[in-house]
């Protein structure tokens, strides 16, 4: 299951993503992942969520943030949930039709390997495609 979360800037998007990341560590029996491109959610993200800087890893591009994905789910298969925040500022492509492609794959990941990922996209929600909007 993929769930989007859309919204121009300053909308408390991030602040949303914390919220649901703390919450899914108290209540989830799996472990919790939260992607992210910087260190800015380092003191708002619980301690025992694992919090990733894609900016320390060579991640370029949707098919190498879904490759990222596959290989941290491969290396711990208790994962139960990932939080991306700010999908267009960790990939440096704001293109729909590309978030369109990688929200499908994402999906059929998440379906195949259950887990559940939830995307915030800095972007308001009227400019959502129809394949986006299935996943709001």
Do not use: W
């Not at 919220?19 to 939260?34: F, R």
């Not at 990941?109 to 009227?126: L, P």
Request: aromatic share 8%; hydrophobic share 40%.
């Amino acid at each position: 299951m993929v769930k989007l979360i859309m919204g121009g800037k300053g909308t408390g998007k991030t602040k949303t993503i914390i919220d649901l990341v703390n919450a899914a560590v108290a209540e989830e029996k799996g472990a919790v992942v939260c992607i992210a491109k910087g260190n800015k959610l380092t003191f708002d993200i619980s301690h025992d969520a694992r919090l990733v800087d894609v900016s320390d890893y060579a991640v370029k591009g949707y098919d190498g943030l879904l490759g990222f994905l596959s290989g941290i789910h491969a290396g711990n298969y208790d994962i139960s949930q990932f939080y991306i925040d700010s999908l267009y500022k960790i990939v440096e492509d704001e293109k729909p039709e590309n978030a369109e492609k990688f929200l499908r794959d994402l999906d059929a990941f998440a379906e195949k390997h259950s887990v559940k990922f939830t995307v915030a996209i800095s972007e308001d929600e009227k400019t959502a495609t129809e394949t986006m909007k299935k996943f709001m």
